[in-house]
T-cell receptor, first 111, second 115 residues
Framework: QKEVEQNSGPLSVPEGAIASLNCTYSDRVSQSFFWYRQYSGKSPELIMSIYSNGDKEDGRFTAQLNKASQYVSLLIRDSQPSDSATYLC???????????FGSGTRLSIRP | EPEVTQTPSHQVTQMGQEVILRCVPI?????FYWYRQILGQKVEFLVS????????KSEIFDDQFSVERPDGSNFTLKIRSTKLEDSAMYFCASNGAGSGAYEQYFGPGTRLTVT
């Protein structure tokens, strides 16, 4: 079983619609969960963090966490062409821990 | 807003040469990391560093690699004798310590090309 599993995509979403990205993880000890956005040739950019079960909203982004199901998701409302990127789900055990990245989901917003 | 910086942005070197990649983590952070990403592949962990010593390293981080924090601000990755397969983007990252400080921030990366 992979440590982090995401649908590789590409996920194509029309501009203005909601993009839904999903992630499952295997490490039950993970305490914190992050979503990074990575444009081609660039570094991962932290866009959301979530630590507790439930939803967390920040602007157009909503992260959802279900630790019992080992599942994290990211919703992007009112999708813009600039949201076209690869989205990386990143569980982390503690402040001292490395991040194990999956391959990410490639999102494409079509005008 | 504080950010992780890296130099150089692009390094070209010949096989067998030594390279040093430099990073300045966010000033109040205590945990430092190096990752790499080979073109078209996922981001891979190399090494983590805390309190002036390596806290964890991956299988990739063999004897050809070393890390150092020579002063209070810089964090370096040295590759002693580069191979063609070391060509990749190398990212430095850092985060703070304790509850609520798990968020890890990445630098812009150094593109290493080994010829």
């Amino acid at each position: 079983q992979k440590e982090v599993e995401q649908n590789s995509g590409p996920l194509s979403v029309p501009e203005g619609a909601i993009a839904s990205l999903n992630c499952t993880y295997s490490d039950r000890v993970s305490q914190s969960f992050f979503w990074y956005r990575q444009y081609s040739g660039k570094s991962p950019e932290l866009i959301m963090s979530i630590y507790s079960n439930g939803d967390k909203e920040d602007g157009r982004f909503t992260a959802q966490l279900n630790k019992a199901s080992q599942y994290v998701s990211l919703l992007i409302r009112d999708s813009q062409p600039s949201d076209s990127a690869t989205y990386l789900c990143a569980p982390k055990r503690s402040s001292a821990s490395k991040i194990i990245f999956g391959s990410g989901t490639r999102l494409s917003i079509r005008p | 807003e504080p950010e992780v910086t890296q130099t150089p942005s692009h390094q070209v070197t010949q096989m067998g040469q030594e390279v040093i990649l430099r990073c300045v983590p966010i000033s109040n952070h205590l945990y430092f990391y190096w990752y790499r990403q080979i073109l078209g592949q996922k981001v891979e962990f190399l090494v983590s560093f805390y309190n002036n010593e390596i806290s964890e390293k991956s299988e990739i981080f063999d004897d050809q690699f070393s890390v150092e924090r020579p002063d209070g601000s810089n964090f370096t990755l040295k590759i002693r004798s580069t191979k063609l397969e070391d060509s990749a983007m190398y990212f430095c990252a850092s985060n703070g310590a304790g509850s609520g400080a798990y968020e890890q921030y990445f630098g812009p990366g150094t593109r290493l090309t080994v010829t």
